[in-house]
């Protein structure tokens, strides 16, 4: 009897120590890791006024067969649709922000890359008779749908570097 009170005593002693570590356990949060350089990847300086620098970065997203939203002359907002697989596809939208500084204009850049992926959603058909009772049949026609399963900020400095050579080579600038 004393060895099973003992056995039962260390069995909860384990209990409480296993739920104390689960819930020491600290949660992240990914504005723990922004560091604020100074030196960043998402900016680019033009000599020209700002409405004309964003009038180049406008140009630029077109030519690379971005969909540009109406935007206003500081504000580019461009959207590109890729299918890399029948079942998957992504849309990357950029935002370019135009706005004045000792240098002429600083063109700031961010892009967002949405990830989908297809999902088949099959329907069925009910039918209840009160006699009889009720009868689920599946439906021939499956529904297949993009489904949003990822967003992310594109951190990528060579992604931003290609981006802004564009702009620059565009710009004329010889910075």
Partial sequence: MR?????????AGCALAL?????????????????????TPFQYYSSKAPAAACEVAKRALLSQGYQVNDSKPTNIQGEKYFRPTPDKASRLAITLVCLPSNLGTAIYANAL?????????GSSAGVSVSAIGSLSLPWAADKDSLVKVGEETVTSTDFYRRLFDLIKALDGDDE
């Fill in 3 to 11: 060895l099973r009170s003992m056995a039962a005593l260390a069995a």
């Fill in 19 to 39: 739920l104390g570590a689960c819930s020491s356990v600290k949660e992240t949060h990914a504005y723990q890791a922004e560091t604020f350089p100074s030196d």
């Fill in 113 to 121: 890359e949405t990830e989908f992926e297809m999902k088949s959603k």
